[in-house]
């Protein structure tokens, strides 16, 4: 609707329609949307990235998310406190916690600290 009203969507509105599509499961729809952008030439960014790694590990597509996050990290896009504690709770939901304890040292090492959420997520994995 916006491009047939003459206005050029940017990556702040394509991620506002992929956030909502993860959070209705429509991974098609996301991951079809998700290309447009790309061969628009729209930088997609850590939010995206973010969006779409979450979703697809909540759905049980770890390949798929890990896919992801390889091409994130070849776009060098850094990774920030939120993608980690994606990261750290998919490891733990999968029982993986030797795994999310391994990406907590890697954050650390980059100079990022844990925060509640993160130290959540590993508590929820050793109960598990």
Request: hydrophobic share 40%; proline share 2%.
């Amino acid at each position: 609707m916006m491009e047939d009203r003459g206005f050029e969507p940017n990556i702040v509105a394509y991620n506002t329609v992929i956030d909502s599509l993860c959070k209705k499961r429509s991974l098609n729809e996301t991951l079809h949307l998700f290309s447009q952008v790309k061969v628009k030439g729209i930088r997609p960014d850590i939010v995206t990235y973010s969006c779409l790694i979450h979703a697809m590990n909540d759905l049980g597509q770890q390949e798929e998310a890990t896919r992801l996050l390889n091409e994130m990290v070849d776009n060098n896009i850094s990774l920030n406190i939120f993608m980690y504690n994606i990261l750290i709770d998919a490891h733990c939901k999968d029982g993986k916690i030797f795994e999310a304890e391994d990406i907590v040292d890697t954050m650390i090492k980059h100079s990022i600290e844990p925060n509640v959420v993160t130290y959540g997520a590993l508590i929820n994995g050793h109960c598990l």
